[in-house]
């Protein structure tokens, strides 16, 4: 083995590899925002729609699931603007595919965490006279939440590990950053060793900050 | 648009196959490696299960796409040269078998420890508690995750396209690049993606409802 490891270039680009971990964050961050706003609406209008917005909701989420993610971005990124007659950038398009695909995922959770709200709580709302609005405002929605939020974590965390994949419309976020320094100094060996980890170590971390927030807003907290 | 299609389809088909066939090499060697592994996870010695835990979460912890370029750019290093397609079922492969391992031990846990007690009693040896009583009983557990989890390898098989394998989404790729048509041809290949994984998410429900008396 005559190869020597120099990390050097590695160093040398690092600006490139903070800048696009922190795209990826921010990727993940805004697609779960989005998605979850699609993802409760949907949740919604299943549990409380007709038959046919019941078999929409259902065919969008089975598409979704059984699609491998890749193709959903190249399908949103060359193919919906080939049809539409309007392009728009790749960072833009991809934000939108990872949030239609988190909210597939998280109309399941929202629909399970409905229905996991005990029915006495809502019963007890409608006895003090709220309306509503107030009830699925300040009882259901509050409750629910914290019911999913172990769920919505996980969510997060395996959407961070997917923002990987917008490097392959040129977002420049932390694959692609690796893969500018791999093609520009020729150090894949190091790049790797380097990203790896950064993936693994962020990823970690995101995790111990939202079991922190988990436990905090706990319904099972000992008080 | 149907004469469009019918043109395709033999490039697409092509690609199908090589997709398939990523996916069978996937699912077969990470469900031999994930069922030991899973084994090695409810029954090793504590230092066993000790470093599975360390491979199980470095391996979930990484992006499938980061492994594989990992995989296909060190090899070459440890000195290993890999043609693209073995590196990239061995990546796919070792990232499913954490998986896989995982599913295997929460079957394996989730058999009573009466069983195994009772096993014990009547005398069988480790290696019949385990064909005999454990893994039967598990089995049950295990099926419907697990088939779930073969549409995560179809789904993930999209990514060797990346490292230029012609599976089916690079077939679909290529076809575009000729024809100029991106959304027939995705909508093609998304239909064949769906048509595969949405057969398998269904055999999983029925297993699961099939055996659902014994989840209680």
Same mark, same amino acid.
């Given at each position: 083995m005559d190869y020597h490891l120099n990390f050097n270039f590695v160093w040398k680009y690092a600006d490139k590899l903070w800048w696009g971990l922190a795209l990826s964050i921010e990727l993940a961050f805004i697609s779960i925002l989005i998605g979850c706003v699609i993802g409760l609406a949907l949740a919604l209008a299943h549990s409380g729609g007709g038959r046919v917005v019941r078999s929409c909701v259902t065919a969008y989420v089975e &598409?979704?699931?059984?699609?491998? @993610?890749?193709?959903?971005?190249?399908?949103? /990124?060359? =193919? %919906?603007?080939?049809?539409? =007659? /309007?392009?728009?950038?790749?960072?833009?398009? &991809? %934000? #939108?595919?990872?949030?239609?695909?988190?909210?597939?995922? *998280?109309?399941?959770? &929202?629909?399970?965490?409905?229905?996991?709200?005990?029915?006495?709580?809502?019963?007890?709302s409608k006895a003090i006279g709220l309306t509503p609005w107030q009830r699925f405002v300040s009882v259901r929605l509050p409750i629910m939440l914290r019911i999913v939020l172990p769920s919505l974590s996980n969510? @997060?965390?395996? @959407? &961070?590990?997917?923002?990987? *994949? #917008?490097?392959?419309?040129? %977002?420049?976020? @932390? *694959?692609?950053?690796?893969?500018?320094?791999?093609?520009?100094? /020729?150090?894949?060996v190091e790049v790797w060793l380097v990203v790896w980890p950064m993936y693994l170590v962020t990823g970690y971390l995101i995790l111990v900050a939202l079991r922190q927030v988990e436990r905090r807003f706990s319904l099972n907290r000992q008080r | 648009m149907i004469d469009f299609a019918l043109k395709t389809l033999p490039f697409l088909w092509e690609g199908l196959t090589v997709t398939l066939y990523v996916s069978a090499m996937v699912v077969a060697l990470s469900l031999v490696a994930g069922v030991l592994m899973g084994i090695g996870f409810t029954y090793g010695p504590r230092w066993l299960r000790f470093l599975l835990r360390v491979y199980s979460d470095i391996l979930r912890g990484t992006p499938l796409l980061v492994l594989i370029f990992s995989v296909y750019y060190l090899m070459p290093f440890a000195g290993v040269n890999l043609n693209p397609l073995p590196a990239a079922v061995i990546a796919l492969s070792a990232f499913k078998t954490a998986h896989v391992g995982e599913i295997v031990r929460g079957a394996l846990q989730s058999i009573a420890a009466g069983q195994t007690d009772a096993a014990k009693a009547i005398g069988l040896t480790f290696a019949q508690r385990l064909a005999y009583v454990i893994l039967p009983q598990g089995l049950r557990r295990f099926l419907p995750p697990w088939v779930n989890s073969v549409t995560e390898a179809v789904k993930g098989s999209s990514l060797v396209s990346l490292v230029g394998i012609v599976d089916l989404m690079l077939a679909s790729q290529q076809v575009i690049g000729r024809t100029y048509e991106p959304m027939p041809v995705y909508v093609l290949a998304a239909f064949m993606y769906f048509l595969i994984n949405y057969s398998l998410s269904v055999a999983s429900r029925r297993l699961e409802a099939r055996y659902a008396y014994i989840r209680e």
């Open positions: &598409f979704v699931r059984n699609v491998p @993610l890749l193709l959903l971005i190249y399908l949103i /990124f060359y =193919g %919906v603007p080939s049809i539409g =007659g /309007f392009a728009y950038d790749a960072t833009e398009s &991809f %934000v #939108a595919t990872l949030a239609v695909y988190s909210g597939a995922y *998280l109309v399941e959770v &929202f629909r399970a965490g409905l229905d996991a709200v005990p029915k006495g709580v809502i019963d007890a969510v @997060l965390i395996s @959407l &961070f590990k997917d923002t990987s *994949l #917008a490097s392959v419309i040129a %977002v420049p976020e @932390l *694959l692609y950053g690796a893969n500018w320094i791999k093609t520009n100094t /020729f150090r894949q | -």
